[in-house]
């Protein structure tokens, strides 16, 4: 099991942008296709973004592309994900996650990040 814990979170304005990572450690990270996953209040934790074992493989959440980034960096056993043009008056919690497809891999969820853009 990957123990992974999340950062980077916080209130931006409309608009803005935020740099999220993933802090992976256990079991050898580089091994895992990754993924990240949000959580709005009130509703179901969604697929964001999926990045491959090696980092060459992306794609992106219909609702996300072309304003979000998803990277890796193994040498760091660390994801990340930049995040642009936030809307405004959004809020949810990000997590990152082992991924198979769009689906979650490990059972077992960090403490996630908040991000809450202003409206």
């Known amino acids: 099991q990957v123990q992974l814990a999340e950062s980077g979170g916080g209130l931006v304005q409309a608009g803005g942008s935020l740099r999220l990572s993933c802090a992976g450690s256990?079991?050898?990270?580089?091994?895992?296709?990754m993924g990240w996953f949000r959580q709005a209040p009130g509703e179901e934790r969604e697929f964001v973004a999926f990045?491959?074992?090696?980092?060459?493989?992306?794609y992106y959440a219909d609702s996300v592309k072309g304003r979000f980034t998803i990277s890796r960096d193994n040498a760091k056993n660390t994801v990340y994900l930049q995040v642009n043009s936030l809307r405004p008056g959004k809020s949810a919690i990000y997590y990152c996650?082992?991924?198979?497809?769009?689906?979650?891999?490990?059972?077992?969820w960090g403490r996630g990040t908040q991000v809450t853009s202003s409206s």
């Open positions: 990045v491959s074992e090696s980092g060459v493989v992306t």
């Open positions: 256990g079991r050898t990270f580089s091994n895992y296709n």
């Open positions: 996650n082992g991924a198979n497809g769009r689906a979650e891999i490990f059972a077992s």
